[in-house]
């Protein structure tokens, strides 16, 4: 259901803000290519970088936003609504109102100063991003036999 719910998110046009947009700007700093990954197949227009480095970072920082923001209500029901997308299919969209207080919410979470378990220091999730995404470039250079994900 939240990735659904998710989907929603980026309404008739894509969002400015998401996870997966800071792993590309990050991986791009860092030389990568964001539609070269290992997990997810390689497609035309498909970050597959993103979608292989998302997968540990989706629960703590969008899982747990989302789930903060049903339930205490501060988007609901009537935040939704349906419509056709470009591509012809139908889909469920945020209003501009709702979609505005989840990216408001968004930054706040991904500015939110933690500790990263693996590195041991604090901070941001954004911080964090770049530290996993520092590793795995360490895994390709073969200075670390495995990678290891934020758990």
């Not at 970088?49 to 997968?55: A, G, Q, T, Y």
């Not at 939110?112 to 530290?131: E, F, K, L, M, S």
Request: charged content about 20%; hydrophobic content about 40%; aromatic content about 8%.
């Amino acid at each position: 259901m939240l990735l659904s719910w998710m989907a929603a998110i980026a309404g008739p046009e894509p969002s400015p803000v998401s996870v997966p947009r800071a792993i590309r700007s990050s991986s791009r700093g860092r030389g990568l290519s964001p539609y070269v990954g290992t997990l997810h197949s390689i497609r035309q227009g498909h970050p597959a970088l993103c979608s292989d480095l998302i997968e540990e970072l989706r629960a703590p920082i969008v899982d747990s936003l989302v789930t903060a923001l049903l339930n205490k209500r501060v988007i609901g029901q009537g935040d939704f609504y349906y419509a056709e997308t470009s591509g012809g299919k139908r889909g469920c969209f945020l209003t501009d109102a709702a979609r505005r207080t989840f990216i408001a919410q968004f930054e706040q979470r991904i500015n939110t100063v933690v500790q990263h378990p693996r590195a041991g220091i604090n901070t941001t999730w954004r911080g964090c991003i770049d530290i996993q995404i520092g590793h795995y470039v360490q895994l390709l250079r073969g200075e670390v036999a495995e990678y290891l994900p934020i758990e």
